[in-house]
């Protein structure tokens, strides 16, 4: 019996997949755009999504480009963003359990949107297939878009004109907020975005973003575990 017919929270996982992967594809007509314009050829910006495959991380090195920074200041920069996928593997890794070459994949894969679908699906089974949809649905979809808008170039306009800048955003949103539901989520957003706030006009761009995540583990190391907690295994479908 196929696994999907048989799984309600793995059809749930393929469609926010899905979802997720048009919106995020969508946003990489910008930055194809944003690259040509800052000066970066169609080759070199292929190879940035194709090899590096980092929104965040790309866009910054192209900013620092575009305002004039130095080859070291912009690899610098994106190296600083690329640090919280480290911290997304290590969520990421147990969940998965992939060895040789299907690891080096998931590695590859492992980004915002692949790493918050998959924590949250209910089971392991549900968050491999929201890991491994989402991963290549945004990989397929963002190198596609990252092409059209490189090649369009200046017909498109100001992309965040046509709302793309909101769009990966949005869908990120709609799926973290029924985790927020708990006061201990609610009590860990808050911190992190006034961390995120106060940070954001005197250091470089990454360092907010790392300073949230610190948030999260700082608040998970003290939160203590009450006493007599059993976690129990989640059980997964058997098709």
């Not at 575009?66 to 610098?76: C, H, L, R, W």
């Not at 998959?118 to 929201?130: L, N």
């Amino acid at each position: 019996m196929n696994v999907l017919s048989s799984n309600p929270a793995a059809r749930a996982a393929v469609r926010q997949g899905v979802s997720v992967s048009v919106a995020t594809g969508l946003y990489g007509i910008s930055f194809g755009a944003l690259s040509v314009a800052a000066g970066v050829g169609l080759g070199p910006t292929m190879a940035l999504s194709l090899l590096m495959f980092s929104g965040g991380s790309q866009f910054a090195l192209v900013g620092v480009i575009g305002a004039a920074g130095t080859p070291v200041a912009a690899v610098a920069t994106a190296a600083l963003l690329g640090l919280r996928n480290t911290l997304y593997g290590a969520v990421v890794s147990p969940l998965l359990q992939v060895r040789g070459w299907r690891r080096l994949a998931a590695a590859h894969l492992t980004i915002d949107e692949s790493t918050a679908v998959a924590v949250a699906q209910p089971g392991p089974a549900a968050s491999r297939i929201g890991f491994w949809v989402t991963g290549i649905g945004v990989f397929v979809l963002w190198n596609a878009f990252v092409l059209l808008g490189a090649l369009a170039g200046d017909a498109l306009g100001d992309p965040r004109a046509w709302g793309l800048d909101a769009a990966a955003a949005a869908a990120f949103l709609a799926l973290v907020w029924p985790r927020l539901a708990p006061r201990s989520a609610q009590l860990v957003a808050g911190l992190a975005v006034v961390a995120t706030t106060a940070l954001i006009p005197f250091v470089p761009p990454g360092i907010p973003v790392l300073a949230a995540a610190a948030v999260a583990v700082v608040v998970g190391l003290v939160t203590p575990t009450a006493p007599g907690t059993v976690v129990e295994p989640e059980k997964e479908s058997v098709p």
